[in-house]
C-alpha cells in the first residue's frame, strides 16, 4: 500500500504548520496540499518553508473541495464554521476527517454527525494521549467517589484563544458527569462572578485562565472537608496534538463511516 496522502485545512495557522510538521516527520503518510481561508496573505507560499521544513513544493491553496477530492484525509484546526463546510466536502468525497477545532455550537455539530453517515470522521476537542488517559480516570473517579466531592474543572491556554472553556475542559467536565450519571449542562456552572451565592451541591464548576504562550493546563479537583484529589495533564508543545492527528488519519484508512473519538484511535474506549 502506498503512503496515506494528507492535506491540512487552515495549514498556515499554529496547528496548521505543526501538523505539517508531523506529517512530514511520518513515514507512514505524505502531505498532498494546504489550503487557507479566502483572502489569507499566505495563499500562494510554499507550506513547507512556512512550516520552517524548507521549500516542498506544495503551495497554499484556497480550494478545499479540490483537496478533499485529492487526499485520503484532511486533517481541520480550523473555526467551528469552517469546519461544518468542509464536513460536506469531505461526506462527499469520501475523504477521512480528522476533526480538531473546538467550539462548536449545535449546528456545526450536526454538519459534522451528518458527514459521519458517508465518511470516517475522527473527532476530539484533545487528540493528545495524555489527556484522552486523564478523560478516562476523570471518568473512573467520579464514579468511585461520592457526591461529597465537589469537581472544579481549571484551565489555562496561551492568550490568542478565543472559546472558553476549552474544549478539553468542557469534555472532561463531561467525563466527569458521566461517571457521577448526571447531565452534564444540567450542573456546569461556566462562570462565576459577583455575589453568586453558596455552590450548588452536584455542580461542575468552570475556571479559565488565559496568558502568554501555554500550550493547554488542565485540571480535574475533586473537593470534600479536609481532602482533595487532583487530576492535571499539562501541554508544553502542540506536537503532541498533531501526533494524535496524523495517528487518527492513518488508524481511519479502510475503517466503516462513522463518529469516533480518540478513544477509539488509541484503544481506550470503554
Ligand atoms: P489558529 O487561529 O492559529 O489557526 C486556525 C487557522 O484556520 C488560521 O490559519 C485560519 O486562517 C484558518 N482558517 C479559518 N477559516 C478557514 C477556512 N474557511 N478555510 C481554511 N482555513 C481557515 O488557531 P489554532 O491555535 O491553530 O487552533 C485552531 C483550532 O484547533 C481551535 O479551535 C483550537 O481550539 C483547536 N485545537 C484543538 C486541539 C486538539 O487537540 N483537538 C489542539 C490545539 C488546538
Not at 227 to 242: P, Q
Amino acid at each position: 500500500m502506498g503512503r496515506t496522502k494528507i492535506g491540512i485545512v487552515g495549514c498556515a495557522g499554529r496547528m496548521g504548520l505543526t501538523l505539517a510538521r508531523q506529517v512530514a516527520a511520518n513515514d507512514g503518510c505524505e502531505l498532498c496540499g494546504g489550503t487557507e481561508v479566502a483572502g489569507s496573505e499566505q495563499i500562494g507560499r510554499d507550506l513547507g518553508e512556512l512550516a520552517g521544513l524548507g521549500s516542498n513544493g506544495i503551495v497554499v491553496g484556497d480550494d478545499p473541495a479540490a483537496l478533499f477530492a485529492e487526499a485520503d484525509a484532511v486533517l481541520d484546526f480550523t473555526v467551528p464554521a469552517a469546519s461544518a463546510d468542509h464536513a460536506a466536502l469531505a461526506a462527499e468525497s469520501k475523504t477521512t476527517h480528522v476533526v480538531g477545532t473546538t467550539g462548536f455550537e449545535t449546528l456545526h455539530q450536526t454538519a459534522i454527525n451528518a458527514a459521519a453517515v458517508h465518511t470516517v470522521v475522527v473527532q476530539a476537542a484533545n487528540m493528545s494521549l495524555g489527556v484522552n488517559l486523564l478523560l478516562a480516570l476523570t471518568r473512573q473517579v467520579a464514579a468511585a467517589l461520592d457526591p461529597e466531592f465537589d469537581i472544579e474543572i481549571v484551565e489555562m491556554h496561551h492568550r490568542h484563544k478565543v472559546d472558553a472553556p476549552s474544549g478539553t475542559a468542557l469534555a472532561l467536565g463531561r467525563a466527569a458527569a458521566d461517571g457521577r450519571g448526571v447531565e452534564h449542562d444540567d450542573v456546569a456552572a461556566r462562570g462565576r462572578d459577583g455575589i453568586t451565592g453558596e455552590r450548588k451541591p452536584g455542580d461542575i464548576g468552570y475556571a479559565v485562565l488565559r496568558g502568554g504562550n501555554v500550550v493547554g493546563e488542565h485540571s480535574v479537583v475533586f473537593a470534600a472537608a479536609d481532602e482533595r484529589v487532583a487530576l492535571s495533564h499539562i501541554a508544553t508543545d502542540r506536537a503532541i496534538f498533531a501526533r494524535g492527528a496524523v495517528t487518527a488519519a492513518l488508524w481511519a484508512q479502510g475503517k466503516p463511516p462513522g463518529l469516533y473519538g480518540m478513544a477509539d484511535v488509541l484503544g481506550l474506549a470503554d
